[in-house]
C-alpha cells in the first residue's frame, strides 16, 4: 500500500486531485474525511495541511505528498523532489510600500520585515549579509506594513493580486516554486517499484498537457512538403481519403510549436484541421 499526502484545502487541492485521477487514481473524497481509499489502486490519499505535510513525508506516515517546493525549502524537511508538476506556480519575494525608495534587499537592514518564510528569508538575508528583525506571521501577511508591523513583507507572489490590493510592490524575487511530487528516502527504496509506476503516469499525464493531436486533409502532392513542416514523434501515420488524390495525416505537435505549425500547414493547402486534447502519452 502507498500513501500520498495532498494539501487538505487551498491552492493545490483541485489540480492535485485531477492530477491523480488522470493517473488513474480516483479518489473517492466524502467532505471533511481526512483519509480516503483509492478502490482502483493499491493506495490511500490523506489530506493534510499544506505546512504539515514535509513533516509526516519525512516521518514516513505518508510514502509520496503532492506539494509546493516553496514549502519544501521553508520546512527543510529530508524529503526529495521527484517531479515538477507544472501548477501552482508562484514566487517568494520581498515586497514595500509603494512609494518606498527600495535599492536592493540591502536597503531593509536593520528593518522589520513580516513572513510565514522565516527560514528561507533567513537564508537570503545571509547569503546577502543583511540583518533585519522578522515578524513571522501565519496568514495576511500583506496587511503588515499598512498596521504598522513591518517596513516589508516576504511572501508568495502569484498573479500579484494580493500586493496591489495592499498598495505594495515586488522587489526582490527569492524562490520559484511548483508543485512537486516529493518522497522520502526510505519509501524510495522499500517502495520504488510502485513510486516508479506512479511518476512513470505523471509523466504521461504531463506529456498529454503539452501536447496536441491534429489531423488533417491534405492533397497527396503536399504530403512530401507538410511532413517536413510537423515537428513528429516518428513519422506522421498518413490515409488514403476514398476522393483521388487526397490523403488524412495524423501527427502530434507541442502546444508551443501549435499555430506556427498550423499556418504552414494551411498554406501548404491542408483542410479540415481537427485539433484534440491527448489524455495520456506513454512513448
Ligand atoms: C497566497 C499568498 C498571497 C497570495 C498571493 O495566499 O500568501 O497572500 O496567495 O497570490 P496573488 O499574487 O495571486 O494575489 P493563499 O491564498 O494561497 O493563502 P495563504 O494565505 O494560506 O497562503
Not at 13 to 32: A, F, M, P
Not at 259 to 277: C, F, H
Request: net charge neutral; glycine share 6%.
Amino acid at each position: 500500500m502507498i500513501k500520498i499526502a495532498i494539501q487538505k484545502s487551498g491552492r493545490l487541492y483541485d489540480d492535485s486531485v485531477e492530477l491523480l485521477r488522470k493517473c488513474g487514481l480516483n479518489i473517492d473524497n466524502v467532505k471533511g474525511q481526512l483519509k480516503a481509499r483509492i478502490k482502483n489502486y493499491d493506495a490511500e490519499v490523506f489530506f493534510l495541511r499544506n505546512s504539515d505535510i514535509p513533516k509526516y513525508l519525512e516521518d514516513g506516515v505518508v510514502d509520496l505528498a503532492i506539494i509546493g517546493e516553496n514549502v519544501v525549502k521553508e520546512k527543510q524537511a529530508d524529503v526529495t523532489s521527484l517531479i515538477g508538476l507544472g501548477f501552482s506556480n508562484c514566487r517568494l519575494s520581498i515586497a514595500t510600500p509603494k512609494g518606498i525608495e527600495y535599492s536592493g534587499i540591502k536597503s531593509l537592514e536593520g528593518k522589520k520585515i513580516a513572513t510565514s518564510y522565516p527560514n528561507t528569508l533567513n537564508m537570503y538575508l545571509d547569503l546577502n549579509n543583511v540583518s533585519a528583525d522578522l515578524h513571522i506571521i501565519s496568514g495576511s501577511v500583506e496587511i503588515a506594513p499598512n498596521i504598522g508591523l513591518a517596513d516589508a513583507i516576504c511572501d508568495l507572489v502569484s498573479s500579484g493580486s494580493t500586493l496591489f490590493k495592499n498598495g505594495l510592490v515586488e522587489q526582490d524575487i527569492i524562490l520559484e516554486s511548483e508543485a512537486v511530487i516529493a518522497a522520502n528516502s526510505r519509501s524510495m527504496s522499500q517502495k520504488s517499484e510502485v513510486i516508479d509506476d506512479i511518476l512513470f503516469r505523471i509523466k504521461a499525464v504531463l506529456k498529454a498537457k503539452d501536447n496536441r493531436y491534429i489531423l488533417f486533409n491534405i492533397p497527396d502532392d503536399k504530403i512530401e512538403t507538410v511532413s517536413t513542416i510537423l515537428p513528429v514523434l516518428k513519422s506522421p501515420t498518413v490515409l488514403p481519403l476514398i476522393e483521388k488524390g487526397w490523403s488524412s495525416m495524423h501527427t502530434v505537435i507541442n502546444q508551443k510549436d501549435f499555430w506556427n505549425v498550423i499556418s504552414k500547414i494551411k498554406k501548404e493547402g491542408a483542410q479540415g484541421i481537427l485539433v484534440l486534447p491527448i489524455e495520456n502519452m506513454i512513448l
